[in-house]
C-alpha cells in the first residue's frame, strides 16, 4: 500500500529557503504514469498546487510559484523534494505531497486525480 | 489559469439530510473534476473523479454530477462520519496541472 511522509523544518526564516522531503514508500516513485505532487494550504484557506514532478525529472509548476520552486527527484531514495526560497509570511502553511495518477472511465478515457496523501506538515516563516 | 469556486463556503445539517455543494469553474473543464473529502488532521481522500465516478470504497450515498463549468457533489443522507470539509478539483489544465475550490466545510446542526 503507497505511503507517503513529508519531512523538514517546521521553522523557516524570512527570505530563506523551504526544504521539504518526501518519502514514498510501499511503491516505486518510478511508476509509469505516476506525478508526485505539491500543495499546500495556508491556514484558513485553500488548497494551492504547488508543482509536480515525473520520476524522469519533468518539472511542471505553478505559473505563480514557478520563478521560486523547484522540484527534484531521487529515484534511488524513492524520495521528492521541494525548495521555495525567499519565502515571506504568506508561505506559512500545511504542505502536503501527494501522488497524481490516472484514473480511467467510459471507454478510454481518463483524468488525473491525487490518490494518495501524506499527512501533511506546517511551516511557519518567521521573521 | 482556471479558477475554481464552491459554494456554500460552509453548511450546516443534521444526520440523515441529504445536502449538494455546487463547483463553478471559470471555463468549461469539460467533465474534468474531482471531489475530496478532508477530515482534519488526516489526509483529503478522493471521493469522486471525473465529475460522477467513485473509485472503489467510497459509499454510495456520494454522488457527483455536472460538465462544462458547473458541477455538484450530492450526499444523499448524511451519516457522522460525513462531517469534514469538501473541495473539488479541475484537471483539465495539461496534467498535472491542477487548481482546487475554496471548501466547503459541512457541520452538524
Known amino acids: 500500500q503507497l505511503q507517503l511522509q513529508e519531512s523538514g523544518p517546521g521553522l523557516v526564516k524570512l527570505s530563506e529557503t523551504l526544504s521539504l522531503t518526501c518519502t514514498v514508500s510501499?511503491?516505486?516513485?518510478?511508476?509509469?504514469?505516476?506525478?508526485w505532487a505539491w500543495i499546500r494550504q495556508p491556514p484558513g484557506k485553500g488548497l494551492e498546487w504547488i508543482g509536480s514532478i515525473y520520476y524522469s525529472g519533468s518539472t511542471y509548476y505553478n505559473p505563480s510559484l514557478r520563478s521560486r520552486v523547484t522540484i527534484s527527484v531521487d529515484t534511488s531514495k524513492n524520495q521528492f523534494s521541494l525548495k521555495l526560497s525567499s519565502v515571506t509570511a504568506a508561505d506559512t502553511a500545511l504542505y502536503y505531497c501527494?501522488?497524481?495518477?490516472?484514473?480511467?472511465?467510459?471507454?478510454?478515457?481518463?483524468?488525473?486525480?491525487?490518490?494518495?496523501w501524506g499527512q501533511g506538515t506546517t511551516v511557519t516563516v518567521s521573521s | 489559469d482556471i479558477q475554481m469556486t464552491q459554494s456554500p463556503s460552509s453548511l450546516s445539517a443534521s444526520v440523515g439530510d441529504g445536502v449538494t455543494i455546487t463547483c463553478r469553474a471559470s471555463?468549461?473543464?469539460?467533465?474534468?473534476l474531482n471531489w475530496y473529502q478532508h477530515k482534519p488532521g488526516k489526509a483529503p481522500k478522493l471521493l469522486i473523479y471525473?465529475?460522477?465516478n467513485l473509485p472503489s470504497g467510497v459509499p454510495s450515498r456520494f454522488s457527483g454530477s455536472g460538465s462544462g463549468t458547473d458541477f455538484t457533489l450530492t450526499i444523499s443522507s448524511l451519516q457522522p462520519e460525513d462531517f469534514a470539509t469538501y473541495f473539488c478539483q479541475q484537471t483539465y489544465s495539461t496534467p498535472p496541472g491542477t487548481s482546487f475550490g475554496q471548501g466547503t466545510k459541512l457541520e452538524i446542526k
Open positions: 471525473a465529475a460522477s
Open positions: 471555463q468549461s473543464i469539460s467533465t474534468y
Open positions: 501527494a501522488s497524481q495518477r490516472p484514473y480511467v472511465y467510459g471507454s478510454g478515457s481518463y483524468c488525473y486525480g491525487l490518490d494518495v
Open positions: 510501499g511503491g516505486s516513485i518510478s511508476s509509469n504514469s505516476f506525478y
